[in-house]
Structures are given as C-alpha cells and as structure tokens.
C-alpha cells in the first residue's frame, strides 16, 4: 500500500539559507500535519491542513511557513535557517472524518542539518 | 495545554518476557493511537483505539483504552530482539485534530 512520501530525505544547509521539504500523502488522505522532532525528543507538531486549509497551528516558527496544494502535497518552507532548525522533520497524513475518529500514518521523515 | 505522561522512560528486558507501558493525560482524548519508532525513520503505526474501554490486539501487542479517555496502556508478550526501538503513544482530542505525543519508552531486548 502506498504510504506517505517525503522528500528530501537528508538536506544539508548553511545558517540563514532557506530549505523546502515536500509530502505526498497517502492516496485519497485530506490533512496533512507537519512535526518536528530533535534528538531524543518526541515529535512536536508544528502545523496541519485539511482540504488545503490550515486547520491548526502549533509551535512552528514565523520563520517557517506552509501550505497544502490541490493535489493534497504539501510543502514545508523554511528561511533563516537557524542551528537549532536542525532535526527530523516528520509529515503525516489522515482522511479526516469530521468528529469521528481518524488514523494517522507518518512518512520516513527528512533529515535537516544546518551546519 | 495538554501533556502526555509515558512511563516507563526506558526498559531493559530479556528475550521473551511481557513488557508493560502506559500514558496518562490531564484531559480527555477521543483517540489513543501507538507508534514505535526506529532511529532516524517515522514512526510505524502500531494500533489505534477509537472508544473508551477498548481493548485491541495486533499480534504480540494489545493496547486499551481507558475507561476514563486519559490513559491508556500497551503490552508486548514474549519479546524479541526486533522488538527494539522507541514506542511513542498519541493522543487526539478530536477528528483530524494534532497529536499530542508522549516523551516515548525505550525498549532494549537482550537475547
């Protein structure tokens, strides 16, 4: 079965460049959420979208921006780039079914580094 | 806001024994869903609970959900080495809504 894509998978980048990171949700998924996770750190969540709305935000930098396209992919821009920007940076995916439960599937995540 | 509280951090244990860990959370979730993590990929859906007092099984693992909607636990009978890794729990408050993840248990299998 196909699976939530990301990519790059490993990106390198200097202080104050910028970085995009792309998803491609599982097929026919709605919302899409973007977390971040550091080195022995538990995902935090950073922003989602749902029908390429934003639908909550979290701890995401206003350095930091994103959006859901009509293909459902989404992309992560990030500018300014700080060390501390670097971790794992995960997206998922679900379709959403209003108040009713829903599952989420996480990609392979992309691997920054800001050297 | 809400936390997820996972206990224990960390379990050393030999092969084949049951291993036990649980959240707990200040506030009620509508969904419980555990991941199990191996370094540098995403996190693998493991099992997901939907009602309060379900109790679900996937093989080896068996997940509740607590009556209360702000606990839940995850057993694993007879560990193997390929249980290894980082198992994170999740809470969503409501349908398509973030998950709040709990700090992860680290499980080392020794043979």
């Known amino acids: 079965a196909a699976g939530v894509i990301q990519s790059p998978r490993h990106l390198i980048k200097e202080k104050r460049e910028t970085a995009t990171l792309k998803c491609y949700p599982i097929?026919?998924?709605?919302?899409v959420y973007w977390y971040q996770q550091g080195p022995g750190q538990d995902p935090q969540f950073l922003i989602s979208?749902?029908?390429?709305?934003?639908?909550d935000k979290g701890s995401i930098p206003d350095r930091f921006s994103a959006q859901q396209f009509s293909d459902y992919h989404s992309e992560l821009n990030m500018s300014s780039l700080e060390l501390g920007d670097s971790a794992l940076y995960f997206c998922?995916?679900?379709?959403?079914?209003?108040?009713?439960?829903?599952?989420?599937?996480f990609g392979e995540g992309s691997w920054l580094t800001v050297v | 806001g809400q936390q997820l509280n996972q206990s224990p951090q960390s379990m050393f244990i030999q092969e084949g024994e049951d291993v036990s860990m649980n959240c707990t959370s200040s506030s009620i979730f509508n969904t419980w869903l555990w991941y199990k993590q191996d370094p540098g990929e995403g996190p693998v859906l493991l099992i997901a609970?939907?009602?309060?007092?379900e109790l679900t099984s996937n093989g080896r693992l068996t997940a509740q959900f607590g009556i209360t909607r702000k606990d839940s636990f995850l057993n694993i009978s007879a560990s193997i080495p390929s249980d290894v890794g980082i198992y994170f729990c999740?809470?969503?408050?409501?349908?398509?809504?973030?998950?709040?993840f709990g700090q992860g248990t680290e499980l080392s299998v020794k043979p």
């Open positions: 999740a809470g969503q408050a409501r349908g398509g809504g973030k998950l709040i």
């Open positions: 998922a995916s679900s379709l959403n079914r209003g108040s009713s439960a829903n599952t989420i599937y």
């Open positions: 979208f749902y029908e390429k709305m934003q639908s």
């Open positions: 097929p026919r998924h709605d919302t």
């Open positions: 609970l939907y009602k309060a007092g």
